[in-house]
């Protein structure tokens, strides 16, 4: 589950960090007013205004049909009015979105933090996720902040730093002294980023985050440092034991079709194909939909009916799977191993039953446990579908239904 | 002999009591695996399934000599019985449990680097050793008696892959599912390193998916140790869209070097038989052992 911009910079200044303050406004008066009670409070009339998808890549993004970029600066209050009225309701296309974009339901009105003084503002890139290699947490960091830290690693390798925690004793002083260092800082503003980098370690470790990213984190002219903005991934095993976070959950950044199938116990990804496919396993489901492009078409999506398969769960995925317009033949590919094939096949007959015409050619391909009494159940019920029993049969079922 | 179990296994069961570890325990005492008892904590002294239960892992492996253990607890629980039966000095354990939090897994995998213990999973189907010994969830008829060694992130693709080496009048050693999560007790590299050096078995199957670099760094070990046996390979998810997370927690690509495509390409370059399509796994097991040249 991955949070706001908003909502992760309040996380980190719970546990210590100080952030680019701001408050979030879902309509241009709402934006006014944070802007108002911004500048009561800071004393400047320029504040930055920021679309809140679940999506990097807002400040080069655009609202489609318009020249109106996700995050943009505002120096009075009718320029905010203005920008926020072009997002506000606007579909954001960014590099990350892909070409549909997302929905911008609101903005976060954030104060400026550039502003000129004592010193030169300085951008750095500070991040936290897992190593799987080692098996331990680990910070990346970088003086080359605000850029895509993959393009840093692979223009300026030498410029990407990395620091593991030790899950024993946990991050020590030493390891955010080092990273203070290397980052160039001295002064108050090395005492300032000791302590970002503990609030960051804090706020990763009590949230389960899967990642949490600080791009840019910024010295301010004098020399405080801040996250301007924040990406927080929270791992969705843990989510049971974090109430709190879960209630911070976005639905209208999620596919509605991707919820529904959650609900059912499905695990679906819609994708951009025409042969719709449903397995079991999330390795096998892979697999279906590589040997799908094999044949000649395109996986539809990905759908994983888990483990404990039944005909109702089989109908579902059946209804959801034909919601896709896109849809040209659907592949069921059942490995039955605690999944009982006649079960899946029941429920392939109940749904063809229940739906009536279904518009588009079947291959079911059922193989492992009662794949006979399967095969007998399908046979019987008289239904239009082509069925097989080695992998390579359905392959050639789905290029023949292509054709 | 085969690698990690055989029929000389003396296998526990933790979670014994509940409804997936009573299911399971039952298929594979069916199967013949020799089940010596199991550990429900609060229910030390009772019987289950005729064998009897222990309140924790120390206590069952003091009155059974138990080597082995196959672990049914839920999410929450998993990774303290994980580390509960390293504790208890067991060989193996086998973790089955899938939605294990990963900061669970940071702790217990620290905590096995200081043990003995081998685990394998968690979030995998388990290992099998046909003939000899299933633990694991796995059906077992799919398994024949063979030479051929299987390791692979997923359950399913595992049973797919013993099926079509069935077909191709082949079959398995022992079969390896290491578990589809960012954190796994034994990597791609350690199974086929067991491969390797085990005299009953004489060609590898090594099924990954994207995400990670496991395959990549079994792929180099395998070169840089003179491809003493043949390794057929498949990478699935090569149609996977970066940045999804495709069914196991683990299977999402984060960059370049974790697609399917660059798995695969470093597969070949390292002297392993690839194939594209899952279809193909049996047959080009069947020929590599024909020596066909391929």
């Not at chain 1, 943009?72 to 320029?79: E, G, Q, S, Y």
């Not at chain 2, 196959?70 to 354990?93: K, Q």
């Not at chain 2, 217990?108 to 685990?119: D, E, V």
Request: charged fraction near 25%; include cysteine; glycine fraction near 10%.
């Amino acid at each position: 589950m991955n949070l706001h911009e908003y909502q992760a910079k309040e996380l980190l200044k719970k546990n210590g960090a100080v952030i680019q303050e701001g408050i979030v406004a879902t309509t241009p008066e709402e934006a006014v007013a944070a802007a108002q009670t911004l500048k009561e409070k800071y004393n400047s009339d320029w504040v930055v205004v920021k679309s809140q998808i679940h999506a990097g890549g807002r400040g080069k993004g655009k609202i489609e049909g318009t020249d109106q970029n996700g995050v943009a600066l505002a120096k009075n209050h009718d320029k905010v009015k203005e920008i926020s009225k072009n997002l506000l309701g606007g579909v954001l296309v960014t590099k990350q979105t892909g070409p549909t974009g997302k929905k911008v339901t609101k903005v976060l009105v954030a104060q400026d933090v550039y502003y000129p003084g004592e010193s030169e503002t300085k951008e750095f890139y500070l991040s936290m996720l897992l190593d799987r290699g080692t098996g331990k947490n680990v910070f990346i960091y970088s003086t080359e902040g605000g850029m895509d830290i993959e393009e840093v690693a692979e223009h300026t390798p030498e410029k990407v730093h990395k620091e593991w925690v030790d899950p024993s004793v946990g991050l020590q002083d030493f390891q955010t002294r080092k990273m203070a260092f290397n980052l160039g800082l001295s002064g108050n503003a090395f005492k300032e980023m000791t302590k970002f980098i503990k609030a960051l370690y804090k706020t990763y470790m009590s949230t389960d985050a899967s990642m949490v990213e600080i791009n840019p984190c910024l010295k301010t002219s004098d020399n405080k440092i801040l996250a301007v903005d924040c990406k927080l991934g929270l791992d969705d095993n843990a989510l049971y034991r974090h109430p709190d976070l879960l209630a911070l959950r976005d639905l209208n950044e999620e596919d509605p079709t991707e919820t529904e199938a959650a609900d059912a116990e499905l695990n679906y990804v819609k994708l951009d194909g025409n042969v719709g496919c449903m397995v079991n396993g999330a390795g096998l489901a892979m697999a279906t939909m590589d040997m799908i492009q094999l044949s000649g078409g395109s996986p539809a999506n990905f759908l994983d009916v888990g483990g404990t398969a039944n005909a109702e769960r089989v109908e579902k995925a059946f209804r959801i799977i034909l919601r896709d317009p896109n849809v040209k033949a659907i592949l069921v590919n059942i490995f039955g191993g605690i999944v009982r094939c006649d079960r899946v096949a029941q429920g392939i007959v109940d749904a063809y039953k229940s739906i009536g015409d279904i518009p588009v050619p079947i291959i079911v391909r059922l193989q492992g446990t009662n794949a006979k009494e399967a095969k007998e159940l399908i046979d019987k019920s008289g239904l239009q579908v082509r069925s097989a029993i080695q992998l390579k049969e359905a392959a050639e079922e789905v290029k023949k239904a292509l054709a | 002999m085969s690698v990690l179990v055989s029929k000389h296994s003396k296998v526990i069961v933790q979670g014994f009591t509940g409804k997936e570890g009573t299911f399971h325990a039952t298929q594979m005492i069916e199967y013949g695996t020799n089940v010596v008892g199991g550990v429900t904590p609060g229910k030390g002294g009772e019987k289950h399934l005729d064998k009897p239960v222990f309140n924790s892992v120390a206590d069952a492996r003091k009155a059974t000599g138990c080597d082995v253990s196959i672990i049914f607890v839920p999410p929450a629980f998993a990774a303290d019985a994980i580390m509960e039966a390293a504790d208890a000095g067991v060989e193996l354990i086998v973790c089955i449990t899938e939605g294990i939090p990963v900061q669970d897994m940071v702790t217990a995998r620290n905590y096995l680097s200081t043990r003995k213990s081998r685990l394998i999973g968690p979030n995998c189907p388990g290992v099998i050793t046909p003939g000899g010994a299933k633990v694991g969830i796995m059906p077992g008829f799919v398994f024949i008696p063979g030479r051929i060694g299987i390791v692979s992130k997923s359950g399913t693709l595992t049973y797919e892959a013993a099926d079509q080496v069935a077909k191709a009048g082949l079959g398995v050693s022992t079969a390896i599912g290491i578990g589809g999560d960012p954190i796994i007790g034994t990597t791609t590299r350690e199974a086929v390193e067991l491969f390797m050096n085990d005299p009953d078995t004489d060609a590898i199957v090594m099924i990954g998916e994207i995400g990670g670099s496991l395959e990549a760094d079994a792929a180099r070990w395998i070169r840089d140790n003179g491809n003493k046996k043949p390794v057929i390979g498949f990478i699935a998810g090569q149609t996977a869209p970066p940045g999804r997370r495709m069914g196991h927690a683990g299977a999402i690509i984060g960059g370049a070097d974790d697609t399917a495509a660059a798995k695969m390409r470093i597969m070949r370059e390292c002297g392993l038989h690839v194939v594209d399509s899952p279809a193909s796994i049996g047959e080009m097991v069947a020929k590599v052992m024909s020596g066909v040249a391929v």
